[in-house]
């Protein structure tokens, strides 16, 4: 069997403050709480899923929720910043504006190797940017308007443009993305970072273009990250449905990685392994998808669990907190 994986499918971050977490993503960034759930390794906290009308993949940004959890240390084998598409270089400009009058923490319009590009932060510091999309490269991005946000639907984020990540030496990593996932190099840029100049090399899969991309950093000799709150957790990559999920696994054990077993997490199927850089990738198929146990019209407004989580319902809700969004007059969004 001849596989290929699709694109970018989810992003997973870490916030330590569900409430606030929700008013900037979806107040400010306009996109839609699909599915509020529990992490099922640890159902203490809450795994929140933001993306477009339905939550197709690719457009998912998803974040664990651990109160009090650490401040994110940037570094090595991490990943670095989450790149949004947006349609056109007017939406740059509008997001612009709306970022200066909420006051949100944003860096000049730059271009990164040919993308036009303005970097941002959450409240926590999570590094984000929106790249917009142009005519050659539409590539994976199938994001769905969503008529209710408050975002005009011309200027709407259509789900994940790129994920970048920072590695001590790219060329392990590169090996890994080519060789074992079958990603295609195809070209690179340098990026200025704390006066210093990096190197980036990008590479794409499946259909290529926005949706599917991957910037590898490199920095010798910088530290180690950690992940915490403002920090990401893990990028996941797409793949069709359990037939090809399975036969990823069995490549990807038999270029010797150390993968788990085909977990079924029931809004999809993940398999998870660490790349030679520390950066922990998954794959996931594109379904069932997050209206199989609610109505699309009323996602993410209550607490949704799988089938084998339903009978502890009680214990569990015990243990959360409520989320609490706070007025949007007194939300601190920088």
Partial sequence: MTIQLGGLHHVSAITGDTGLNVDFYTRVLGLRLVKKTVNQDDVSSYHLFYGDEVGHAGTEVTFFAFKGAVRNVPGTGTISTIALAVPTSASLDWWQQRFDQLGVSHSPRLDRGGRETLPFTDFEGQSLALIAINDA???????????????????????????????????????????TLGFREIDGYTLTIDDATAQVRVFESGPGGAGTEMHVVERPGYRLGRAGAGGVHHVAFRTPDVEEHAAWREQIHSAGYNVTPQIDRFYFRSIYFREPGHVLYEIATDGPGFATDEDIEHLGESLALPPFLEPYREQIEAGLDPIVVPDQEATPVA
């Fill in 137 to 179: 490269d539409q590539g994976g991005i199938g994001g769905q308007p969503w008529e209710t946000s408050a975002i005009p639907m011309e200027h709407q984020i259509r789900g994940m443009y790129a994920i970048e990540t920072t590695v001590a030496d790219a060329a392990p990593s590169a090996q890994t993305l080519t060789e």
